[in-house]
Nanobody
């Protein structure tokens, strides 16, 4: 079965950095664009970033542009989200999913930004 598994979340201080990983199994990752989403307590789920199947095109939400970088290593069936200059408002559960079809989701990884 096609699966995505997120990892790399944790507790980090404001201004710190964290790198999330999204590892695919059961399908060929290079055939899919991948999106990162997040949902914070009391907030609606929002799109964070997405990357084309080849990695040649990326997009970012305005709230993270300039701070987050999405990348992929198709040989490792992995998509990354490098998060720098983290803010408390970045606190959320982060999910990855095939994009835009959204047929395969991971279980999420919790990122907490707090001093």
């Amino acid at each position: 079965q096609s699966r995505l598994v997120e990892s790399g979340g944790g507790l980090v201080q404001p201004g710190g950095s964290l790198r999330l990983s999204c590892v695919a199994s059961g399908f060929t990752l290079d055939s899919y664009a991948i999106g990162w989403f997040r949902q914070a307590p009391g907030k609606e789920r929002e799109g964070v970033s997405c990357i084309s199947s080849s990695g040649g095109k990326t997009n970012y939400a305005d709230s993270v542009k300039g701070r987050f970088t999405i990348s992929r290593d198709n040989a490792k069936n992995t998509v990354y989200l490098q998060m720098n200059s983290l803010k408390p408002e970045d606190t959320a559960v982060y999910y990855c999913a095939t994009f835009p079809q959204l047929e395969v989701w991971g279980q999420g990884t919790l990122v907490t930004v707090s001093s």
